[in-house]
Nanobody, 121 residues
Framework: QVQLVESGGGLVQAGGSLRLSCAAS????????MGWYRQAPGKQRELVAR???????DYADSVKGRFTISRDNAKNTVYLQMNSLNSEDTAVYYC???????????????WGQGTQVTVSS
């Protein structure tokens, strides 16, 4: 009953920028955290950035200073602004949302469909 729709991926030259967005809809009681993960060919999926309901953020070392995660609580949407992109950023980017289960302290994770980011040289 929860759907995540991602957008914003594409092809960009090295040094360029992209902004990813992910909108959550459906049966949402509360959102504990929202984040972005990525997976490059032959590699494990890794955390890129995360933002909690309290606004605290966490970034992978490889993207610190270049990427910025933000959210629009009214729209249940999370964004990832990606600047100074390089070839190492080429991957499929997945949105993740941790949604609280009503009446409990539990949460459930939901994933977006993934959006391809390709950085050319």
């Amino acid at each position: 009953q929860v759907q995540l729709v991602e957008s914003g991926g594409g092809l960009v030259q090295a040094g360029g920028s992209l902004r990813l967005s992910c909108a959550a809809s459906g049966s949402i009681f509360s959102i504990n955290a929202m984040g972005w993960y990525r997976q490059a060919p032959g590699k494990q999926r890794e955390l890129v950035a995360r933002i909690t309901s309290g606004g605290s953020t966490d970034y992978a070392d490889s993207v610190k200073g270049r990427f910025t995660i933000s959210r629009d609580n009214a729209k249940n949407t999370v964004y990832l602004q990606m600047n100074s992109l390089n070839s190492e950023d080429t991957a499929v980017y997945y949105c993740n949302v941790a949604i609280g289960v009503r009446g409990t302290s539990w949460h459930r994770d939901y994933w977006g469909q993934g959006t391809q980011v390709t950085v050319s040289s």
